[in-house]
């Protein structure tokens, strides 16, 4: 069982980034799924979820206007846009998998790994 998170860097503020998160091992159209973050001092925080239909989302309410998170059952892969990035938006984002539930207060009991998102003012 693994969540592969990808797509991180180093991004202007103001810029995009797009970040995956690859699923194997699971059936993936049984999971919800979400992102979190954990900047450093700080203690982890939930981002998005998104149910696996992928017809429910939710989302912290300080990333709401500017977050979007989809998935493609397909493939395997949750995604997390982020337009426009603000220097506060800097942290390892971390994507998790819930086995049928999802949402910002679901158990997630598999975690990626994390990629680093570092925005420069």
């Known amino acids: 069982v693994q969540l592969q998170a990808s797509g991180g860097g180093l991004v202007q503020a103001g810029g995009s980034l797009r970040l995956s998160c690859a699923a194997s091992?699971?059936?993936?159209?049984?999971?919800?799924m979400a992102w979190f973050r954990q900047a450093p001092g700080k203690e982890r925080e939930f981002v998005a979820a998104?149910?696996?239909?992928?017809?429910?989302?939710d989302y912290a309410d300080s990333v709401k206007d500017r977050f979007s998170i989809a998935r493609d059952n397909a493939k395997n892969t949750a995604y997390l846009q982020i337009s426009p990035l603000k220097p506060e938006d800097s942290a390892v984002y971390f994507c998790?998998?819930?086995?049928?539930?999802?949402?910002?207060?679901?158990?997630?009991?598999?975690w990626g790994q994390g990629t680093q998102v570092t925005v420069s003012s």
């Open positions: 998104i149910k696996w239909s992928g017809g429910y989302t």
């Open positions: 091992g699971i059936t993936f159209v049984n999971y919800g």
């Open positions: 998790a998998a819930a086995y049928a539930t999802w949402g910002r207060y679901a158990k997630y009991d598999v």
